[in-house]
């Protein structure tokens, strides 16, 4: 037999039926639902008389739209002030009521960010197929699952029939060697290779993210550099599984347990590409050579290290990118600027899918100890990715540490990452965020995103502007 | 779904590369729990402006005069001419729906982002990969002349420029199958219920713990 990557893998062991023109029918294990893509899903379901191929499979909890603020979670759904998004969030609770799905409604303290929440309860599990109908379900790749966002007509059809109708993916292995210097962490990593690559570098492949820069980190770690393979073009993003997986997965609620643990592990300790794989494509990044990163225009791609100059649109040669930089330059308003300390900011937010987990806060934390937030903010918020995530924070005393340096301490929810919600920025406003877009209006009409670490977002907010945390931390 | 064999239109040249699910369909319409009625704000902070807010009539807001879909010569146009990587970011459908109920039929482009692609064929919108070259001879002959009309024609896979000059493209039997005769995939899919039962009696085997029920 052949030598086959982690990604053949998965592909042949959820393979139904493979069709002459290339595409197949592929076998899905959870999908993972939320208010945003799922109504019309739903809907479908009714209008054609079908129910859920098998509901177990499913699990749902509203994310995008719920507001962060004490005031308005107190009284759950209905304590949701904008109209429209009270009637999307109650039409998921309808929907996973009349169907029998498993759903973490506003007032369970398992709600969250669906990306935070299916590896948090151990719903996500090495070897599976998950699908959600969000672009950063590649989140999941980090357990060596076959995970990625789609639409909702395809939503639709995984819940009707369990299958999807896919076409395979070429494999692409990232490899990051080496090991990363002091407060440079995987968001940096993943920022590095969009930049490298491209935010197009991905599409078509499915993303192997390998080597010793990326097996030392966490499970958290992890799923942010898989979070963002989407940011790079790719719908998949992949880790092999180690024991660092299998440790995190362990007694979960979800998780297998007992004959059934065992059995698990044995056969996850083959979701790994053997060794004489072959990829369609190998990059390669020394992670030495990683510096902190941040976005400076309106794609991913626009990435810098904190003590580079911003890219002038007149310096490159390529017309399409000319123009694009020149567009970025006006619309992130950098004119007279050379480099991102330059930049003063309005905003910082830590949160989103990305960057809500335990160890992003920690970190944030780490940084913020004892300093205070710069005067010249307008707002500094940390919102966790779930009720679980905030639990264990206020367990360890961090939303002190965050509320003593003038830091708002939130609810649950997606929030300021896509402004679904009330928190947003203002026209012209600049942000230091952990989310994964810095599109423009992503954050807010007019706002201006710059795409951050969990660490370098705290130290903007001590300093106001952008500064290398490296330097933060020294005084 | 609506079946997509031949259609000859005006063409919109949008002259931007990277062009995101956020500037097709910005997020505050996200909200709505219908397919439908996107159309109005398709391209919403491109075209407008002023911030748009869902439910808010769209006549008389302030136009940004410059945008190709702003401009008279372009008004009822129904084929989209795009840069690279068109379609990248989110996995919204809201963005092919709000192209559809714009009254786009077809987006052509030297690259699509995978999902938006994807999403195009569940409903009757055709995205069509053109060579660089190609998509450039488009934009230079649609703008020479006011009312340029492309024709495609999906059984030929063909795309003819308003000169006349004929581009052929690739696209995948099923989904060619599908389109062409407006067919609806989930209908096909459950015609193979044999094959899915099989397998997961299959994979109960291998892997019994993937079949758990959950309690709630």
Known sequence: MSAKTLYDKLWDSHLVQQRDDGSALIYIDLQLLHEVTSPQAFEGLRMAGRKPWRISSSLATPDHNVPTTKKERISGVEGIEDPVSKIQVTTLDDNCNEFGITEFNMKDIRQGIVHVVGPEQGATLPGMTVVCGDSHTSTHGAFGALAHGIGTSEVEHVLATQCLVQKKSRNMLVRVDGELSPWVSAKDVVLAIIGAIGTAGGTGYAIEFGGTGIQSLSMEGRMTVCNMAIEAGARVGLIAVDDTTIEYVKGRPYAPKGEHWDMAVEAWKDLVSDKDAQFDEVVVIKAEDIKPQVTWGTSPEMVIAIDEAIPRAEDQTDPVKKEGYARAWKYMGLEGKTTLADVTLDRVFIGSCTNSRIEDLRIAADVVKGRKVASSLKQAIVVPGSGLVKAQAEKEGLHHIFEEAGLEWREPGCSMCLAMNADKLGAGEHCASTSNRNFEGRQGFGGRTHLVSPAMAAAAAIAGHFIDVNELVKH | ?216
């Open chain 2, 1 to 216: 779904m609506r079946p997509f064999t031949k259609h000859t239109g005006l063409a919109a040249p949008l002259d931007l590369a990277n062009v995101d699910t956020d500037m097709i369909i910005p997020k505050q319409f996200l909200k709505s729990i219908k397919r439908t009625g996107f159309g109005k704000n398709l391209f919403d902070e491109l075209r407008y402006q002023d911030e748009g807010q869902p439910d808010q009539p769209c006549e008389g807001r302030p136009l940004r005069e410059e945008f190709v879909l702003n401009q008279p010569r372009y008004a009822g146009s129904s084929v989209l001419l795009a840069r690279q990587n068109f379609g990248c970011g989110s996995s919204r459908e809201h963005a092919p729906w709000a192209l559809d109920d714009y009254g786009f039929r077809s987006v052509i482009a030297p690259s699509f982002a995978d999902i938006f692609y994807n999403n195009c064929f569940k409903n009757g919108l055709l995205p069509i990969v053109l060579e660089s070259e190609e998509v450039d001879q488009l934009f230079a002959e649609v703008s020479a002349k006011k009312g340029a009309q492309i024709v495609i024609d999906l059984e030929a896979q063909t795309v003819t420029s308003p000169s006349g000059t004929e581009f052929s493209f690739l696209v995948d039997n099923f989904r060619k199958h599908c389109l062409l005769n407006g067919l609806d995939d989930i209908g096909l899919t459950l015609q193979q219920e044999d094959s899915i039962r099989r397998y997961e009696e299959k994979r109960m085997n291998e892997a019994p713990w993937l079949f758990l029920s959950r309690e709630h």
